[in-house]
């Protein structure tokens, strides 16, 4: 079932989400775009990220986005520790992964391909997909997330 998430999740709550996101799934990417500024901060991220990096494409669409005629560069990388302690440290809220002080439109991908998380941070708007019974986990851990 697809879910909508209707606020940011900041603090400790984006720490519980980023934990779940990474138990959940085998990768996760972040995007950046080419006709955007990229501060010192997003390129500090990134080098943080190194180690996880699966592969980085140049593409028109991914997750949450698809463009009219441009690209942009998208980043996977393997949702393992070394990555969830960067994603947990880096922000302290889920839409803080904006262009150009961070890299953006952070998604998670389970091993078979299909998103758990998808984000467009610049549109404040994510889903998650998710079985009714990790909703139910979901919400009882995170306490003060809103799904729809």
């Known amino acids: 079932m697809e879910f909508e998430l209707h606020r ?5 709550a984006y720490r519980s989400l ?4 990474c138990n959940k799934s085998a990768k996760f990417h972040l995007v950046i775009r080419k006709e955007l500024a990229v501060a010192p901060s997003a ?10 990096l699966i592969r980085k494409v140049e ?3 991914w ?8 690209t942009a560069y998208v980043y996977y990388y393997r949702a393992d ?5 960067v994603l ?9 992964w904006e262009q150009p002080y961070f890299p953006e439109d952070l998604s998670f991908f389970r091993a078979n391909g299909i998103d758990w998380l998808a984000t467009s941070s610049h549109e404040r708007h994510c889903h998650l997909t998710l079985e009714p019974h990790e ?12 799904l729809d």
């Open 8 to 12: 940011d999740v900041t603090g400790e």
């Open 18 to 21: 980023i934990e779940a996101a």
């Open 43 to 52: 390129k500090a991220v990134l080098k943080q990220l190194a180690p996880s």
């Open 59 to 61: 593409k028109s669409e």
């Open 63 to 70: 997750a949450s986005t698809m463009l009219d005629g441009s």
């Open 81 to 85: 520790d070394h990555a969830k302690n």
């Open 88 to 96: 947990q440290q880096a922000v302290q809220s889920l839409y803080s």
């Open 135 to 146: 909703a139910k986990e979901l919400l009882d851990k995170i306490a003060t997330l809103q």
